[in-house]
């Protein structure tokens, strides 16, 4: 066992200790997220790139626990600026531990608005998410639970294959909520060329891969090149022009 996997199983079990057999029965909530921090150079000396990755890693998946409760399914620039007053800027106290599943260090940036960055620092985050303390937040902002969404299915996991784009992978993940239906989407591993994600929501394997199709956005297409039910898995080959 590596000294990463040593720590992050400590954190578990002094947390365990420290709040006592309540926590055992608390809601908790796994989530993969991936953190991008756009560098200025202007801001490189007074900022930690990882750290800022980090924490935007931790806010997509305190955040996306948050919309499930609210029954949205969607992060539009609306709903970020309703989330931020409702929980505040400090994620720490809605998680109950994070880690780092990879550090992609900086690369080029693949989409970004300002001229100045032209680099970003890209880490994969585990965020155990305290369910009960996000519903608090929520309950007291006046935010209403939506109980009539859909019972969902176990997790399809979706390869894409040939999405190079950092933007068109973040527009894929958003439309598979947006405009697919799923109520959460997690990204299993990423890589440049490759990224496997899991998605739960009211479909199975074939429909979730008609829907994919059916996709399409800035610059990019998708085309099913394997389905396999039993499994419950699909490979979608990512068409993209440049």
Do not use: C
Request: charged share 25%; no cysteine.
């Amino acid at each position: 066992m590596n000294r990463e996997k040593v720590r992050w199983h400590w954190v578990v079990g002094l947390l365990v200790l420290v709040m006592g057999p309540a926590s055992a029965w608390a809601d908790l909530q796994r989530v993969e997220a991936v953190g991008s921090y756009g560098i200025s150079d202007k801001l490189r000396s007074r900022v930690t790139p990882r750290d800022e990755a980090v924490q935007k890693a931790v806010w997509e998946g305190v955040s996306r626990v948050a919309l499930e409760e609210i029954g949205e399914f969607s992060s539009t620039e609306e709903d970020v600026v309703v989330l931020r007053q409702a929980l505040g800027k400090d994620m720490l106290p809605y998680t109950r531990s994070f880690r780092i599943l990879e550090d992609k260090g900086e690369s080029p940036v693949l989409f970004e608005e300002d001229p100045d960055i032209s680099t970003e620092y890209i880490v994969v985050v585990e965020v155990l998410v305290d369910v009960d303390r996000v519903r608090s937040a929520l309950n007291q902002a006046g935010l209403t639970v939506d109980g009539g969404v859909q019972a969902v299915n176990e997790p399809i996991i979706v390869e894409l294959i040939g999405v190079g784009r950092y933007d068109a992978f973040e527009a894929i993940r958003s439309a598979l909520v947006s405009e697919v239906g799923a109520v959460r989407v997690e990204t299993l591993g990423f890589a440049r060329e490759r990224q496997l994600l899991s998605v739960v929501g009211p479909f199975g394997p074939d429909e979730l891969s008609a829907a994919m199709q059916r996709l399409a956005g800035g610059g990019w297409s998708l085309e099913t090149i394997g389905i396999d039910e039993f499994s419950r898995r699909i490979r979608v080959q990512g068409l993209i022009v440049p």
